[in-house]
């Protein structure tokens, strides 16, 4: 559950620091930057992004709030879920499904 957290924690950092493409702009630079590493291969680029769109900006901020309401339910309901057991037995296997229904998905997906 924490590795959510430290995920989420510099999205709000870079939604918040990183310049946007018009403070890019008005400094005389490009918003992204092209270098062709091998004028042969088309495929050989390296792109420096310098600022980011507000559109791209506001749906990363969309995203991250709603990842960041789904960390606080599943911690919540889990901390819950977990409070209310009272056999030792059955408190390892749910904390066990717990685990495995927070870490599966990031691992799949990864």
């Given at each position: 559950?924490?590795?959510?957290?430290k995920e989420l924690i510099p999205m709000i950092n870079f939604l918040m620091v990183y310049p946007s493409d018009k403070?890019?702009?008005s400094n005389g630079k490009k918003p992204i930057e092209v270098v062709q590493?091998?004028?042969?291969?088309?495929?050989?680029v390296r792109y420096t992004i310098n600022g980011v769109t507000r559109a791209?900006?506001?749906?990363?901020a969309i995203v991250t709030f709603v990842r960041g309401i789904?960390?606080?339910t599943v911690t919540s309901v889990g901390i819950v879920f977990l409070l209310?057991?009272?056999d030792y037995l059955n408190l390892i296997l749910n904390g066990l499904g717990l685990l495995f229904?927070?870490?599966l998905p990031r691992d799949l997906y990864q």
């Open positions: 559950v924490f590795a959510d957290a403070e890019v702009e590493l091998d004028p042969d291969d088309d495929d050989k791209h900006r506001v749906s990363l789904m960390f606080v209310k057991e009272t229904i927070t870490v």
